[in-house]
Structure formats: structure tokens, C-alpha cells
């Protein structure tokens, strides 16, 4: 019992210092970027009811989607539908409350800490580890060690946290429908293609989850099941094919399947030209970099990825009996290390975003296949896991950990912004720099809900003398900047952003064995 109260109040604290601050006590999202598109999508459906964007981006049609009579954001729909029960949720409460508060936004940034933690009880309940300590553990380091908690607990407009949530759907109902003994294969058959609908209308361009179901199917090669026989998987490939071409015409005004109808014309011919020696080359090049390079590589800071996509490299070469799931795999790492290299870019922000996706797929592998359960593969998972972790957390806490402003040329040799070549360095040496770690402290809820508390107690002007005369650079015209912030943050705001991570902590452990060692 006291264990698991340790347990509990241990794992609320690191929530609390994992939920920044940093986009939540806003008072709207402004254009225009991804963040503003997602959240367009969201508001429009919530607020008013329809996918009318024209009071969204007054004054800014022709900063994005801008075609056959429509204006939309260019960003892609699914997210906006997840969310849009949340901002509902927060935007009711601000007018009960007399619109005193402004909580859609913040109601809004709950919505991917919802959908992690719904993806984490879907890949439990896959891989029938509901009843395992370590796997349980295990499961939990995997997932917050890949990198996908900084848009959780973050950046949390963003699309990817939402990707995470599609695929361990598709995993979840796919895994459902080969399993010999399930009784409801017809239900499931359904849902396979209503899953694959939700992972396409968040991002068009993840082709890979089609391959899912095969993955699966290849997995469970016991089973007589076939899922082209089962005629409620038709019907439901119909509807779902259906509703995304009404999406696709209602939002912008075409019924198409082509992302660069919406974001523009790609010659993807000319970039992926195998004829072309010098082009291959360089892509080899940057695929190294992908995998070891300072800038985010997936060695360092997506250990998950990283070890899955070596594991189907060496069962293709290998493993005769696994050839043709490992070439699957390898086939569904091609659509995204795809993507990455065509763009030549890490993202723009946190990791390899545009490999987030896949998470859920590499975790479903790793432990079915007890890759785990091997020391070395063990060892690596947990120390690099953690370091992954640790890093989502000083993220932007010095100059070499902080994304430039300016155009600077990336890993790729492209001259952009918001990027950091030497992330790993940087990251490496913030360990060393206490300035990091105030930063991560005051940035984070509970940092928050502790100056909020010592300033009700003394004024600004005494609390910057007292921490002065303790020692602390209370100089920082950061640190100053956000004593003036937290006076205009209300109270109630910080409260249920607190419930809100006590509920998720609880709900994580409660009626879970989770066995750390």
C-alpha cells in the first residue's frame, strides 16, 4: 500500500514537472503555422458547429488554403475532430463561469494527454500485459521515452500525439479481429477500415497504416482468418472512403485523395530519381544522420525506432521464417524515413516528428517479440529511454538546446529555421548548467503551482529579495518575466490543470501492477 502511494504521488510530480506552461495560458492561437491549423479545425467544429473558416482566418485567406471558393487551413482535419470534444468542453465551462476565463485553450491542450493515455491502455490491452509488472513498467518507458510526450505535455497542438493514438487504434482493432478466439470479428472487420479513416484524415501521407492489418496478420500466422473475406470489412472500406472524399469536398471544395492538392505541388518524381547518383548518395548520406546525427538522431532520442527498424533489417537478412514481415516493416519505415528525407528537415521542432507515428507500431513489436527480454536490447531500451525522456525536458533550456530564429543550416545541409545541429551536444553539456534546470522548474505545473503559492505569501518585490538571498540568479529577465506572468494567471486555471494530471497519474496506476524494478 505504501509503495503504491509513493508510486502514485512520485509519478504526479513528474507529470507536473513534464506539463509546461509555455502555449497553455494563452488566449488564442495565432496564425499562421500548424499549431493555428489544427486548432482552426477544432474551434470551427466545437464553437461553431460547421467547417466554415472564414471567421477563423479573417484577414489571413490568403496565408493558407485559398481554392475553389473555400478557405481552410491547410493542415489536415483529424486532430481538430479528437480535440474538438475538449475545446467544447472548455468553452461551455468559460461561459458558466461568466466568461471570466478563457479555458477552451487550456481544455484544449488536455485533449493529447487524454489520447496518450487512451493509446497506452490500447496497447495494454493488445499485448495482454494488463497482469505484468515489467511489462506494464516497460510499456510506460517505451512510450515516454520516444520522444511523443513533448507534444503531449507541450507542444500539444500538434498532429502527433493524435498519430500515436490512430495507429495503436489500428493495431488494437487489427489485433482484435485475427485473434482465434474473438467472437466479434464482423465488429472488428468493420472498425479496421474506420480506424485506417481517423490515421488518414490526421496525416494524409502515413501510407504505412494500411500495412498495419498485413503486420498483424503476418504475426498471428496461426489463424485461418482472412480479412478479405469478411464482407463487413467491404462495407465499411466503402463508407470510409466515402466520408473522407466528403471531408476532403466540404473543407476544400475537391474530392481528392492528393495531400498536394492541399499543400502544394511536389515533383516527387524529380526527388526520388534512383537515376540520379549524386541525389542517392546524398540521401544515403542524410539517412546516417537520421540515425546517429547530433540533430535529434534516432539512436539517441527515438530509441524505440531505431531498434525496431535494425530488428527488421536483420530479420529480413537473417531470419528466413520472418522475411516477409520484416520487409512489411521495413516497407512501412520507407513511407515515413521517406517523407523526412524528401523534406530534409527534422521537423521544426522536438525529434524526428515526422517518425512519431510509427511508435506505436515499433512498442507492439518489441514486446510481442520479447525483443525486451534480451539483455543488451534491454540495457539500451533502458538507458536510452530515459535519456530520451530527459531530454524532452531540457529541451530549449540553453542556447545549444534551443531551436534558432534564424535561418541556419540543419544536418541536411539546408539553410532553415528552427533548427540545432548540435543538439546532442548541447543537450549533453545543459546537465551541467543550473541554469537548465531552473529553467525546466519554473516552466513546469509544478514549479507554477509553487510560485503561485510562495507569491500569495510574499509580494513580488520581497520574494525576489528572498530568493536572492539564498543564491539564486533572481537577475534572469526571464525568471522576472514569468514572476509577472504568474500574477496574471488565474488560480483557477493552475487548479485544473493540476486535477486534470492527478486524474491521468491516477488513472495510470490505479488497478495497475507497475513494477519499476
Not at 482535419?77 to 474538438?84: D, Y
Not at 531500451?381 to 530549449?396: D, H, Q, R
Amino acid at each position: 500500500m505504501k509503495n503504491k502511494l509513493f508510486l502514485n504521488l512520485f509519478l504526479f510530480l513528474v507529470l507536473l514537472i513534464c506539463l509546461k506552461i509555455d502555449y497553455r495560458f494563452i488566449e488564442n492561437i495565432s496564425c499562421c503555422g500548424d499549431d493555428h491549423d489544427y486548432f482552426m479545425h477544432s474551434e470551427t467544429i466545437a464553437i461553431d458547429f460547421d467547417f466554415d473558416y472564414s471567421n477563423q482566418l479573417l484577414g489571413n485567406e490568403e496565408r493558407r488554403y485559398n481554392k475553389n471558393n473555400k478557405i481552410a487551413p491547410t493542415g489536415f482535419v483529424g486532430s481538430g475532430l479528437l480535440a474538438a470534444p475538449f475545446l467544447f468542453i472548455g468553452s461551455k465551462l468559460g461561459n458558466q463561469l461568466s466568461d471570466l476565463y478563457n479555458l477552451k485553450i487550456l481544455f484544449y491542450s488536455f485533449s493529447p494527454i487524454f489520447y496518450l493515455y487512451f493509446s497506452y491502455e490500447l496497447l495494454r490491452k493488445t499485448l495482454n500485459i494488463e497482469k505484468k509488472e515489467k511489462e506494464n513498467f516497460f510499456l510506460l518507458l517505451l512510450i515516454f521515452g520516444s520522444g511523443i510526450s513533448y507534444y503531449a505535455f507541450e507542444r500539444y497542438s500538434m498532429t502527433h500525439v493524435y498519430e500515436f493514438f490512430a495507429t495503436s487504434l489500428v493495431i488494437y482493432v487489427s489485433e482484435k479481429f485475427y485473434n482465434p478466439k474473438n467472437k466479434y470479428k464482423n465488429i472488428y472487420g468493420a472498425c479496421i477500415p474506420l480506424a485506417l479513416l481517423i490515421s488518414f484524415l490526421i496525416r494524409w501521407v502515413n501510407y504505412y497504416v494500411i500495412l498495419i492489418p498485413i503486420i498483424i496478420a503476418i504475426i498471428e500466422n496461426k489463424s485461418k482468418i482472412k480479412l478479405l473475406k469478411n464482407r463487413f470489412f467491404y462495407i465499411s472500406s466503402i463508407v470510409s472512403i466515402y466520408l473522407f472524399l466528403w471531408f476532403s469536398k466540404k473543407i476544400y471544395g475537391i474530392y481528392t485523395f492528393n495531400p498536394q492538392k492541399i499543400y502544394g505541388e511536389i515533383n516527387v518524381a524529380e526527388k526520388v530519381n534512383i537515376f540520379n547518383s549524386e541525389l542517392i548518395l546524398n540521401y544515403l548520406k542524410n539517412f546516417i544522420f537520421i540515425l546517429f546525427g547530433e540533430e535529434f538522431g534516432i539512436f539517441w532520442f527515438s530509441p524505440v525506432i531505431w531498434l525496431v527498424f535494425i530488428f527488421s533489417i536483420y530479420g529480413f537478412v537473417k531470419n528466413k521464417k520472418e522475411r516477409i514481415l520484416n520487409l512489411v516493416l521495413l516497407i512501412a519505415f520507407l513511407n515515413l524515413f521517406g517523407i523526412v528525407l524528401i523534406w530534409g528537415s527534422t521537423g521544426s521542432s522536438y525529434g524526428f516528428r515526422y517518425l512519431f507515428g510509427i511508435i506505436p507500431l515499433c512498442i507492439y513489436i518489441i514486446i510481442k517479440k520479447k525483443l525486451y527480454q534480451k539483455k543488451p536490447i534491454n540495457y539500451y531500451l533502458l538507458i536510452f529511454c530515459t535519456f530520451s525522456f530527459l531530454s524532452t525536458l531540457f529541451f530549449e533550456t540553453t542556447e545549444l538546446t534551443q531551436l534558432s530564429l534564424v535561418e541556419e543550416e540543419n544536418i541536411f545541409g539546408n539553410s532553415v529555421r528552427f533548427t540545432e545541429p548540435q543538439y546532442l551536444r548541447g543537450y549533453i553539456l545543459s546537465f551541467f548548467s543550473i541554469d537548465s534546470y531552473l529553467k525546466i522548474f519554473t516552466t513546469s505545473f509544478l514549479g507554477v503551482a509553487v510560485l503561485k503559492v510562495l507569491l500569495s505569501i510574499f509580494d513580488t518585490a520581497n520574494f525576489i529579495q528572498f530568493l536572492d538571498g539564498i543564491g539564486l540568479p533572481v537577475n534572469n529577465l526571464d525568471f522576472i518575466s514569468l514572476l509577472e506572468k504568474l500574477n496574471n494567471i488565474e488560480n483557477i486555471k493552475i487548479a485544473l490543470s493540476v486535477f486534470f494530471i492527478f486524474l491521468f497519474s491516477y488513472m495510470l496506476t490505479k488497478q495497475k501492477k507497475l513494477k519499476v524494478f
